[in-house]
């Protein structure tokens, strides 16, 4: 099994950038997948989440209205939008695979971070 991110980098504060998830070695279209962070120093946080089909999304309140999942079963790819981007999401991004919906922790896939920097 691989989740390979991608599109991480290094941004101003308002900027935008667009990550990618490959996935490989299991059924992606039978999978929930997650989009989850870790700044230096601080927890694990949950970030988004989204179904199979790709019709229902779940997105934490710190990036409400800022970033918005989505995925290609077709590419196996999942994505993360993140416009309006803060210093406070800076962070070493993963995306993440489980069966079970609404996940917030212990998925069964994690895949190798990409790294998100936000500074003037």
């Known amino acids: 099994v691989q989740l390979q991110a991608s599109g991480g980098g290094s941004v101003q504060p308002g900027g935008s950038l667009r990550l990618s998830c490959e996935a490989s070695?299991?059924?992606?279209?039978?999978?929930?997948m997650y989009w989850i962070r870790q700044a230096p120093g601080k927890e694990v946080e949950w970030v988004s989440a989204?179904?199979?089909?790709?019709?229902?999304?779940n997105i934490a309140d710190s990036v409400k209205g800022r970033f918005t999942i989505s995925r290609d079963n077709a590419k196996n790819t999942l994505y993360l939008q993140m416009n309006r981007l803060k210093p406070d999401d800076t962070a070493l991004y993963y995306c993440?695979?489980?069966?079970?919906?609404?996940?917030?922790?212990?998925?069964?896939?994690r895949g190798q971070g990409t790294q998100v920097t936000v500074s003037s």
């Open positions: 993440a695979g489980d069966r079970t919906p609404f996940r917030r922790a212990r998925y069964q896939y």
């Open positions: 070695g299991f059924t992606f279209s039978e999978y929930w």
């Open positions: 989204i179904n199979t089909a790709g019709s229902t999304t």
